[in-house]
């Protein structure tokens, strides 16, 4: 079935949405997106806590997903089954599942949601989304893979959201004080 989905995907495939779709990958890359954005929150004063919740989501999608999940799943990619697909952008190294890119974006758009951020997390929810289809338009994750992204994702998100919170009570601090 999972197949099915990818190879339908490829057949919606064009020049324009490869660019597009390599580009939004891209952004996704090692997280560096979403890390910028937590150092950039991180830096205005009245934004510090909420880059506090962002960077501890990170921090904790990475150890769940790459130290720990992707090891434990071991899932090879579809483009390593189907080689028939040619690739658009260099073949991963690392196991398929959960989908890394997924988990960092999500981790940070569900940051952002219980940081109380309402500005930021729908464009980044947005994107996350994005950057989650990108990988199912480029054969490089299965559609679980992406499932599984999302839901390290979200708890990596409320996982920071807690961590500061807890922090931030322990330490006697309002969100102000930071």
């Keep these: 079935m999972e197949f099915k989905i990818l190879d339908w995907i490829q057949t919606i495939r064009t020049p324009a949405g490869d660019a597009v779709m390599c580009f ?3 952004l996704g890359d090692a ?3 979403w890390i910028l954005a937590a150092i950039l929150l ?3 004063p009245k ?3 909420t880059g506090m919740v962002l960077a501890a ?3 904790i999608d990475f150890v769940l997903c790459n130290g720990i999940l992707k090891n434990l799943f ?6 390593e089954i189907n080689t ?6 260099a073949r991963p190294g690392d196991f398929s599942f959960p989908s890394g890119h997924t988990a960092a974006s999500f981790a940070a758009a569900a940051a952002l949601f219980f940081a109380g951020e309402r500005k930021l997390w729908k464009p980044a929810m947005v994107l996350a ?6 990988r199912l338009y480029l054969y490089v994750h299965y559609p679980t893979d992406i499932i599984g992204g999302i839901l390290v994702g979200i708890a990596a998100g409320y996982l920071g959201f807690i961590v500061v919170k807890r922090w931030m009570d322990r330490k006697g601090m309002a969100a102000c004080q930071l």
């Design 47 to 49: 934004t510090r806590r």
């Design 129 to 134: 989304s994005l950057i989650a289809f990108s």
């Design 42 to 44: 991180l830096a205005i």
């Design 74 to 79: 071991a899932r090879i990619r579809p483009c």
């Design 57 to 59: 989501a990170l921090c």
């Design 31 to 33: 997280g560096m997106i």
């Design 84 to 89: 028939s697909i040619s690739l658009l952008i």
């Design 24 to 26: 939004i990958t891209r």
